[in-house]
Structures are given as structure tokens and as C-alpha cells.
């Protein structure tokens, strides 16, 4: 096998993010690499189908390898876009004071993929929220230093069918509801909740690919909506 051949091989069979080894730890060396990988990803699929057997159903390799590029992509790539973040804190809030939400409409992540008129019930749930969200947009200072600083995220749940999330909060502290004190409810602050598109699961509730695909997914942070502090626990989360 051939330097081009061994490259052509592993774009092919795994994602850009698990091809860093390449430079990092083969200097360039793609045959090797390749072959590295090959016996890694043999050890790693029989562990995890020999783990899957105890806990439930037996998955297939497949299944194996595309949750192992899962969690892989989530701490290697979603978590390290803090610029993309910031970035799309800032214009969520802009729309909002603006109350033109038009913008966050195409790529919001609020319906199902699969979902029939997905615009237009994502502009029906925006209208439903525009003033609210308009009022809470005020307390956003996308100025300050520490604005969108501070991400909570957590990783992704396909057995629920859940894509990697992030939390960012902004504003003050809210006053937590008179007579509230033992129900589930949450954030002491506004936050904006974001969910992850990538190249292993690129929507909720959708398929999970164990290689790269054609045409290629898009990876980015996409919005979902805008939490008012002390609200009810949504109810993909319970």
C-alpha cells in the first residue's frame, strides 16, 4: 500500500477528527497510521461488543464503532467550538432584540428533522415567544468580557435520541417563584440551550454513522431556544 492509497483508505473510513494522529503521532506516515488504526479499532469493537453483550441487546460492530465516533466527535470537536458559541450567542440575542427571529428559523433545532413544515412551526413557536424573549434579550450584555464564557454542556444520548447539548446562562439572578420551593423547575438564569449537528449524528432522534458520508453533514452548534430562568423542566430532559 502506497502513501496515497493508505490516505485515500482512511478518509474514507473515519472521520477528520481521528486523522490528527496522523500528524501528531505518525509524522505524516499514512501506511502506518493506517495499519495502527486498523488493529486498534479490532481491540476497541471486541471489547465494546464483549461489554454490550452484559449490559443488553448485542449491537452489531457497526453499532459499536458509530457510538465509540460519538463520543469521540463530542469531546474532540463540539466542545472545542467556543468561538462558534459565542458566536451564535451573539446573533440569537441580536434577533431577539431586534424581534425579527427570522434568522434562527432555518437552522433551529426545535422540530424533528423529519418534521412537516418544520419552518413554519418553528416561526409559529417564535411568535408564541417573541415577546418574552425580546425582554429577556435586554439583560444579554454580549459586550462584556464574560459573556458566553461559561458553557455547561453535556454529551449526547442517542438511546434517547438526543444530539450533544450546551447551556449558556446571561443576565442576573432571578428570584426563584413564591410558593415553587418543591417542584423541578430550573435555571436561576436565562440561559440559551443549543443543540450539536454533526458528522456521526447529525440530528436528534436520526441515524449514526460509523464512517464519513456523501453527501458530508455539516458539523455546527445550532439553536434551540431560550430558557427563562425558574421555568418547567422541558420534557426531553425528564
Keep these: ?12 473510513r473515519w472521520f477528520e477528527f481521528e486523522l490528527e494522529e496522523v500528524k501528531t503521532d505518525f509524522k505524516g506516515d499514512w501506511v502506518a497510521f493506517v495499519k495502527a488504526k486498523e488493529a486498534r479499532e479490532r481491540q476497541l469493537d471486541a471489547e465494546g461488543l464483549k461489554a454490550a453483550v452484559r449490559d443488553g441487546p448485542a449491537p452489531t460492530a457497526k453499532d459499536v464503532r458509530a457510538l465509540r465516533a460519538l463520543r469521540a466527535e463530542y469531546e474532540l470537536v463540539a466542545t472545542k467550538r467556543e468561538d462558534e ?15 425579527d427571529l427570522e434568522p434562527l428559523v432555518g437552522d433551529c433545532t426545535m422540530y424533528d428533522a423529519t418534521a412537516k413544515d418544520r419552518a413554519e412551526l418553528t416561526r409559529k413557536f417564535f ?20 459573556f458566553a464564557r ?22 442576573p439572578k432571578a428570584q426563584r417563584p413564591a410558593g415553587e420551593r418543591g417542584r423541578d423547575l430550573f ?6 440551550e443549543l443543540w450539536w449537528s454533526g458528522e456521526v449524528m447529525p440530528d436528534a432522534n436520526g441515524r449514526l454513522n460509523g464512517a464519513p458520508t456523501t453527501p458530508r453533514p455539516k458539523s455546527r452548534w445550532r439553536f434551540y431556544q431560550l430558557v427563562l430562568p425558574y421555568s418547567l423542566r422541558p420534557m426531553h430532559r425528564l
Design 1 to 12: 500500500m502506497t502513501q496515497q492509497q493508505a490516505e485515500l483508505e482512511a478518509r474514507a
Design 85 to 99: 458559541l459565542r458566536a451564535l450567542a451573539k446573533l440569537a440575542i441580536a434577533a431577539m432584540q431586534k424581534g
Design 127 to 146: 411568535a408564541e415567544q417573541k415577546l418574552a424573549w425580546q425582554k429577556a434579550a435586554t439583560l444579554a450584555k454580549v459586550d462584556a468580557p464574560d
Design 150 to 171: 461559561d458553557f455547561e454542556f453535556e454529551g449526547p444520548s442517542p438511546e434517547t435520541g438526543m444530539t450533544a447539548q450546551v447551556r449558556i446562562s446571561f443576565g
Design 187 to 192: 435555571p436561576e438564569r436565562h440561559q440559551l
